[in-house]
C-alpha cells in the first residue's frame, strides 16, 4: 500500500504543484491519476519514488515513510514507464531491459537471459533484443518500456502516460495487454493518464484530480459513472467521453454522422424497409479503413431502425472516402 499524507510540493520558483494531497493506494491494484495537464500527475508519481521530494507532508509504502528511505536504492525496487518509452538510445534491446538488475547486482548473463523471458512476457518477439530502440516501432518500444519497468520485479509499478505517444489501434492493444499483465503479475500499479476512458478501462481506483492535485473524485469507475461528485467530475467524465459520442445531423448531403468533435464519422444510408440490410464497402474506393456499423436504435427518433451506417472515419472535418454507395438489394 502506498499511503500519501497531506503532501504538498512547491516548486523553487513558488509554482505548487500539489496542495495538501491525501490518498491511499492499494496493493496488487491499478489506481489511475486522471486530469488535464499540469493537475500534477506526473508531479505525484515522482514523488513515490523520490525523484521529486515533497514539501511538506509524508509518503508511506508498507508502513515506511520514503523519506527515511535511501533515493536510488527506492528508485531501483520501483518500476518506472515513461511517455515515449524513455528507453536508452545507445543500448540494444536486451540491454536497456537488463540495466537495473545489472545495478541491483544480478550477474549480466541471468539479467540478460531474465531480459529475454520479459520480452515474451510483453509479447515481443525475442529477435528484436539485438536491436537498438531507433530501430523500433512506437508501440515496440512502449512494449520494452513496460519490460524494463518489470525487469526489477518491483511490486511497484509507476506508469507515467506510457501509451500516450502511439497510435488508437496499437494503444488499444497495448491496454489490453497491461490489463492481461496485470491479470498474470498483480502489482500495485499507478497509471497516470489525461484520458478518462483509459482511466475506466484500466483503473480499479480512478482518481480524478484538478490543478494543484485537488482530488474532486476517487473512486472505481462506475461509482464515479454513477455518481459524479460535482460539477467538474460531471463535465470532465461529459466532455471527454462525448468526443467519442456519435449523434446525427442532418445536411443537405443527407444525414450525416458526427462524433462529439463535430467530425463526419459516416453518412447514413436508409434501407428500402423490405430489403438488404448491407452497403457495399468496396463502392468505397480510396477509403482507408471502412467499417460498417449497424446504427443503434437508441441513436434517436431521427435514425431509421435498421439502417446501415457506411463509416469511414477519416482525421480531418473533411468526410474520407465516404458514401456514394447504393444500399445493396438482396
Ligand atoms: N520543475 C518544476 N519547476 C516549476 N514548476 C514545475 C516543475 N515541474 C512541474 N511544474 C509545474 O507543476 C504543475 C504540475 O506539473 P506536472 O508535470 O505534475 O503536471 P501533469 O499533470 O503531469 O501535466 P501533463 O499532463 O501536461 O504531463 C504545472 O503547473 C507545472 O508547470
Ligand atoms: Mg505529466
Do not use: W
Not at 459516416?266 to 440490410?277: K, N, R, S, Y
Not at 434517436?300 to 463509416?311: E, F, K, S, Y
Request: glycine share 10%; no cysteine.
Amino acid at each position: 500500500m502506498i499511503e500519501f499524507r497531506s503532501v504538498t510540493k512547491r516548486f523553487g520558483d513558488g509554482t505548487v504543484a500539489i496542495e495538501d494531497f491525501s490518498l491511499v493506494v492499494p496493493s496488487r491494484r491499478t489506481t489511475v491519476l486522471v486530469g488535464s495537464s499540469g493537475s500534477g500527475k506526473t508531479t505525484l508519481l515522482r514523488m513515490i519514488n523520490r525523484m521529486i521530494d515533497p514539501t511538506s507532508g509524508g509518503i508511506e509504502i508498507d508502513g515506511e515513510d520514503t523519506s527515511t528511505l535511501e533515493p536510488v536504492k527506492l528508485r531501483r525496487r520501483i518500476g518506472y514507464v515513461m511517455q515515449n518509452s524513455g528507453l536508452l538510445p545507445h543500448l540494444k534491446v536486451i540491454d536497456n531491459i537488463a540495466t537495473v538488475p545489472i545495478l541491483n547486482g544480478v550477474k549480466r548473463a541471468l539479467a540478460r537471459e531474465q531480459a529475454l523471458e520479459l520480452l515474451d512476457t510483453v509479447g515481443l518477439d525475442r529477435s528484436l533484443a539485438e536491436r537498438y530502440p531507433n530501430q523500433l516501432s512506437g508501440g515496440q518500444q512502449q512494449r520494452v518500456g513496460v519490460a524494463r519497468g518489470l525487469a526489477a520485479d518491483p511490486n511497484i509499478l509507476l506508469m507515467d502516460e506510457p501509451f500516450g505517444a502511439v497510435d488508437p489501434i496499437v494503444r488499444d492493444e497495448l491496454q489490453r495487454e497491461l490489463i492481461r499483465l496485470q491479470r498474470e503479475l498483480g502489482k500495485t500499479v499507478v497509471f497516470v493518464t489525461h484520458d478518462i476512458d483509459e482511466a475506466f478501462l484500466l483503473g480499479d481506483q480512478v482518481v480524478i484530480l484538478e490543478t494543484g492535485g485537488r482530488v474532486a473524485q476517487v473512486g472505481s469507475p462506475s461509482e464515479i459513472m454513477q455518481s459524479p461528485a460535482n460539477e467538474f467530475v460531471a463535465s470532465f467524465i461529459g466532455t471527454e467521453r462525448g468526443k467519442r459520442a456519435l449523434s446525427i445531423r442532418r445536411t443537405a448531403r443527407g444525414r450525416v454522422l458526427v462524433d462529439g468533435a463535430g467530425r463526419t464519422a459516416g453518412v447514413l444510408v436508409d434501407e428500402p424497409a423490405t430489403t438488404g440490410h448491407d452497403v457495399d464497402s468496396a463502392a468505397n474506393s480510396g477509403a482507408d479503413s471502412v467499417a460498417q456499423v449497424t446504427v443503434a436504435q437508441d441513436l434517436g427518433a431521427d435514425a431509421t431502425t435498421g439502417a446501415v451506417l457506411d463509416a469511414a472515419a477519416g482525421p480531418s472535418n473533411e468526410p474520407s472516402g465516404l458514401l456514394a454507395a447504393e444500399p445493396i438489394v438482396r
